[in-house]
């Protein structure tokens, strides 16, 4: 089993400071993602998640400090480049195309690639983790429900076979049953290789599946560390889990 001492840095956030709408979002921050890791960023609604998440994945210029992926800083580069290299996001809200198929909405979340056997391969492959899928795969995406969404716009973001996949807030608006089958789902796709930032307010289940965790409040890291261990924090008890 490979050690997080001996796993590489896939994703790297130094001193980051970002403004959003002319509000310092987030304030200078320090984190990272090794390959192989679930790693979960928690914290309430206005935390700064989703300003860093979109930092990263190159649609939010960032002020000042940096961000490395595989070594090399993003500055400069944009969203295009960076699935290119290797880095997905499922954004909050799920964005799938309204009035594509299922289908043709996976088969958009391979459009940096041109192998057409492997990208049907995966897109079977997606029906498997996601049978659901299969049984609607010509329904029009905007028909389907907020979880059938969620699973289609995970599935999509997979087809771009990641390094290193971003989840904002995947569980938002579900019903309990619907969350059980999307962490589920995280934890499989974990176990299958990809390493992934998860985003969540949903603390209890975000460092449940989760191998280390961040906390974020008013726009900074304020604690971190194994995510079982900070599951049964009182701190974070406390403030998160409402005991």
């Known amino acids: ?125 997606m029906f498997s983790i996601f049978p659901r899928l299969k049984e609607r795969k010509d329904q029009l995406a905007g028909t389907m429900s907020g979880g059938e969404q969620q699973m289609l716009a995970m599935g999509r973001g997979l087809m771009s076979r990641p390094k290193l996949l971003l989840l904002d807030e995947p569980s938002m608006g579900l019903s309990p049953i619907m969350v059980d089958k999307i962490f589920e789902v995280i934890r499989e796709v974990a176990e299958q290789g990809v390493t992934i930032l998860l985003v969540e307010q949903n603390a209890s289940r975000a460092l449940g599946i989760a191998d280390r965790g961040y906390v974020m409040e008013s726009g900074l890291i304020t604690m971190s560390g194994d995510a079982k261990l900070m599951l049964s924090d009182p701190k974070v008890r406390a403030a998160y889990l409402g005991e």
């Open 1 to 125: 089993m490979t050690t997080n001492a001996s796993r590489k840095t896939l994703l790297k956030v130094s001193g980051l400071k970002v403004a959003y709408g002319g509000i310092q979002a987030v304030k200078g921050i320090d984190f990272e993602v090794n390959e192989g890791e679930l790693v979960s960023l928690i914290g309430s609604n206005g935390a700064g998640k989703t300003t860093t998440m979109k930092a990263i994945t190159g649609t939010l210029p960032f002020k000042d400090g940096d961000i490395e992926y595989l070594g090399k800083s993003i500055r400069g580069k944009g969203a295009w480049d960076l699935v290119q290299d290797g880095l997905a996001m499922v954004p909050e809200g799920r964005g799938v195309f309204m009035r594509m198929t299922i289908t043709e909405n996976l088969q958009m979340g391979a459009y940096i690639r041109d192998d057409k056997a492997e990208i049907a391969h995966d897109i079977e492959k």
